[in-house]
């Protein structure tokens, strides 16, 4: 069992920047693929982006590829969420997850809570 908690969502302008947190308890946190969603108002929820293990790989959507950038610290339990060049259309809950890799498909196991992420326009 993994037991996920996120931080950092929080109000800002179009343009700006956040850095979601995702802190993992449980001694096994290094062996999962990790990985962020988020869902909009109305909408399902969407993949964003996963980090291999050893933090080796990673893999985004198209629509955040080159804006976002995903990490982790094996050490400290917790992967992160670099969000730049923040859009209106990014505005969602994001949720952290610990999962594994299926083929090139990120499966989710454990889910987080969610933070609230607004962009302003």
């Known amino acids: 069992q993994v037991q996920l908690v996120e931080s950092g969502g929080g109000l800002v302008q179009a343009g700006g920047s956040l850095r979601l947190s995702c802190a993992a308890s449980g001694r096994t946190f290094s062996s999962y693929a990790m990985g962020w969603f988020r869902q909009a108002p109305g909408k399902e929820r969407e993949f964003v982006a996963s980090?291999?293990?050893?933090?080796?790989?990673?893999y985004y959507a198209g629509s955040v590829k080159g804006r976002f950038t995903v990490s982790r610290d094996n050490v400290k339990n917790t992967v992160y969420l670099q969000m730049n060049g923040l859009k209106p259309e990014d505005t969602a809950v994001y949720f952290c997850?610990?999962?594994?890799?299926?083929?090139?498909?990120?499966?989710?196991?454990?889910w987080g809570q969610g933070t609230q992420v607004t962009v302003s326009s």
């Open positions: 997850a610990a999962g594994t890799y299926s083929g090139s498909y990120y499966e989710p196991i454990y």
């Open positions: 980090i291999s293990w050893s933090g080796g790989n990673t």
